[in-house]
């Protein structure tokens, strides 16, 4: 008999995390029936359609999602999702990541005693502030089988009382991602596009509240931009959050000002990742991209105090580092003399972590 598997995604970090599960799904013949639900979490071009068309993802059942607040955004997927699960009552519902979506997904497939899989399970900022890290913690607390990317994550849940047998050592499925489309990636013009070239610039995502939100912040982040660009040309694709803050501070102009700085509207995932493989190092505050530096073996600077992802630190490329000016200066200092530390490539980010995470579907729904 056909095993129904429904995976929810509404983010573009989902997306990048589930591109080649259709295809190793197919590999068991009738095996599998694949259903794939976007939330509408994300569901302008460039953050949503943007990725479907250049990753080759299937068309997915979109929910009727419109709310932009947190609450009423997960409480509008938790209503549209559970009709879903309803009308095609699948064997196994996946849930990716730590967003808002997750987090309703994990909640419908509790209350409806549908067979629950985390995907990137078991990561850890120990931050409550974080709306990450609640969204984990819940979506772990009612998860039935989990897909681990890292040891952090293993251990986590084993210390939090989940057994052994619950857990999955799959490896790193947004890895299988940069991988399977890395010759496409090597092709991209954006480099032409934005009149710079290989090694000669440091690329910067910055978007989180605490980084971006208050004017006094943000005077950091244009020193340290200051700082950079006194030597490199600076790419920043900037996010809506971040621009917004900074024409409602009166600061936009003093970055637009700055000719060593590129702007740049949210980039598609093969240009961004072409970026990332070609700069001399990355400043960030986001989660995924400690991962590909570390992947590509990219000095990575992420301006936060924490992170769920201490493999990236631990034996990859990434460092945490204070959001000062001079704590930065000392670390991009280190990177341009030679000094800064060599990462290596984590277990099991080697491209096959999709295949393994089916494998174990396999096993657990049709023993």
Known sequence: MTKKIMVV????????????LEKELAKYGNTFEYILIHTN??????????????????????????A???????????????????????????VVGDVNSTLAGAIVGNKTNTLLFHLESGLRSFDNDMPEEINRLITDLVTNHFFVTEQSGYDNLI?????????????????DT?????????????????????????LMTIHRPSNVDTKERLLILLDIINKV???????????????????????????????????????????????IASC???????????????????????????????????LGTNELVEYNYGAVAKKINEIETGNY??????????GQATKRIVKVLHEILTS
Not at 285 to 313: A, F, K, M
């Open 341 to 350: 530390k060599k990462g290596e490539i984590p277990p099991m980010w080697d």
């Open 41 to 66: 979490q994300h569901y302008d071009t460039n953050m949503s359609d943007i990725f479907f068309t250049e990753l080759n993802l299937k068309e997915p059942n979109f929910l009727s999602v419109t």
């Open 9 to 20: 995604v509404g983010t573009r970090p989902n997306f990048i995390k589930i591109t080649q």
């Open 178 to 202: 940069l991988v399977a489309f890395d010759n496409v990636i090597q092709k991209n013009n954006i480099l032409d596009k934005l009149n710079i070239v290989d090694k000669d610039f440091v």
């Open 229 to 275: 660009a006194e030597k490199n040309y600076l790419v920043i694709p900037i996010h809506h959050r971040t621009k917004n803050s900074l024409i409602n501070h009166n600061l936009f102009k003093q970055l637009e000002n700055n000719p060593k700085v590129i702007i740049t509207e949210a980039l598609n995932y093969l240009a961004f990742q072409k970026l």
């Open 159 to 175: 210390a939090a009382g989940k057994k052994a047998d619950q857990i999955h050592f799959v490896g790193n499925t947004m890895i």
């Open 68 to 94: 932009t607040t947190p609450s009423s955004q997960i409480g509008q997927i938790i209503i549209e999702l559970e009709k879903v699960i309803k009308q095609h009552q699948p064997d196994a519902l996946i």
């Open 280 to 314: 001399q190092y990355v400043l960030t505050d986001s989660g995924g991209i400690q991962e590909e530096t570390t992947y590509r073996q990219v000095p990575c600077l992420t301006l936060r105090e924490n992170t769920e992802r201490p493999i990236t630190i631990t």
